[in-house]
């Protein structure tokens, strides 16, 4: 089995910043695709970023230019860096990996617990 786990999530001021993190661990053979995704209360989870094992990303548009996805594969780590951050990225963020496991070798999704970011006007 494989755990994720985030850190990173606050409060934090319009135009501010903060830096998601979050560790995959476990029988890991490979990670393929990590990313991003958010939820505000009443809406549905929406993708943020993507990054895969090559390091291309995409973005949702709403995020393009201010947010930027990273991996440190020696770490099975993916972060998420926010810059000028708006009240409307109020949301739990969780991340999400897709990975290749040992015992069995099969590949599926895996996500983390969500953190919370709130951002005051």
């Known amino acids: 089995q494989v755990q994720l786990v985030e850190s990173g999530g606050g409060l934090v001021q319009a135009g501010g910043s903060l830096r998601l993190s979050c560790a995959a661990s476990?029988?890991?053979?490979?990670?393929?695709?990590m990313g991003w995704y958010r939820q505000a209360p009443g809406k549905q989870r929406e993708l943020v970023a993507t990054i895969t094992s090559g390091t291309s990303t995409d973005y949702a548009d709403s995020v393009k230019g201010r947010f930027t996805i990273s991996r440190d594969n020696a770490k099975n780590t993916v972060y998420l860096q926010m810059n000028s951050l708006k009240p409307e990225d109020t949301a739990v963020y969780y991340c999400?990996?897709?990975?290749?496991?040992?015992?069995?070798?099969?590949?599926?999704?895996?996500w983390g617990q969500g953190t919370q970011v709130t951002v005051s006007s």
């Open positions: 999400n990996a897709n990975v290749v496991t040992s015992f069995p070798v099969v590949s599926r999704t895996y």
């Open positions: 476990g029988n890991i053979l490979r990670i393929n695709g």
